[in-house]
T-cell receptor, first 115, second 116 residues
Framework: DQQVKQNSPSLSVQEGRISILNCDYT??????FLWYKKYPAEGPTFLIS?????DKNEDGRFTVFLNKSAKHLSLHIVPSQPGDSAVYFC??????????????FGTGTLLAVQP | DVKVTQSSRYLVKRTGEKVFLECVQD?????MFWYRQDPGLGLRLIYF???????EKGDIPEGYSVSREKKERFSLILESASTNQTSMYLC???????????????FGDGTRLSIL
């Protein structure tokens, strides 16, 4: 059963506009959420995270919003740039995982930013 | 800067072979992970290790085993390779969780494994 879902396999956006990537989760024990970015032939790299005690976290052009009641988070990229074209994975971890930060990943969204 | 190095970028093996994928990290991380990435399925955890000689099954451990004899090295073993194990394999490492904190995982660049 997919506990972390990214329902949009792909997204195309014009350069300079906003990109919004969405992620839904089902497990209410998740209390920490991350976004990773992956270019072809490279490993995922950490982008931004948010704790469940917050509803927004911002880092430059990237903002993550968390709606706990809806079990939904989103990543906003403003303004979008062609170099942002990549696969974006959301991931979640929860309480009770012990010392390992085992992450549950979504299926990914391929973002294409058109010049 | 954290460096997670996977020994091969591309690997081609035959059905039934025993295959070893190696991963080394240079940040003294306690935790190490092996994932596979497949289209439409995202990253799925195969095995992880939280200390030398310690290992735990992830979500899809069948057909795989692991070895962690040294802290910096985590090996993934395909006991008898099959075509459905053709995939991108990703290794990651992280510090353990302190109380109230979170350790982000750092990934290698992956090994594209093809089983013929």
């Amino acid at each position: 059963d997919q506990q972390v879902k990214q329902n949009s396999p792909s997204l195309s956006v014009q350069e300079g506009r906003i990109s919004i990537l969405n992620c839904d989760y089902t497990n209410s024990m998740f209390d920490y959420f991350l976004w990773y970015k992956k270019y072809p032939a490279e490993g995922p790299t950490f982008l931004i995270s948010i704790s469940s005690i917050k509803d927004k976290n911002e880092d430059g052009r990237f903002t993550v919003f968390l709606n706990k009641s809806a079990k939904h988070l989103s990543l906003h990229i403003v303004p979008s740039q062609p170099g942002d074209s990549a696969v974006y994975f959301c991931a979640a971890s929860g309480r009770g995982g012990g010392a390992t930060n085992k992450l549950i990943f979504g299926t990914g969204t391929l973002l294409a930013v058109q010049p | 800067d954290v460096k997670v190095t996977q020994s091969s970028r591309y690997l081609v093996k035959r059905t039934g072979e025993k295959v070893f994928l190696e991963c080394v990290q240079d940040m003294d991380h306690e935790n190490m992970f092996w994932y596979r990435q497949d289209p439409g399925l995202g990253l799925r955890l195969i095995y992880f290790s939280y200390d030398v000689k310690m290992k735990e099954k992830g979500d899809i451990p069948e057909g795989y085993s692991v070895s962690r004899e040294k802290k910096e090295r985590f090996s993934l073993i395909l006991e008898s390779a099959s075509t459905n194990q053709t995939s991108m394999y990703l290794c990651a490492s992280s510090f353990p969780l302190p109380t109230g904190g979170r350790g982000n995982q750092h990934f290698g660049d992956g090994t594209r494994l093809s089983i013929l």
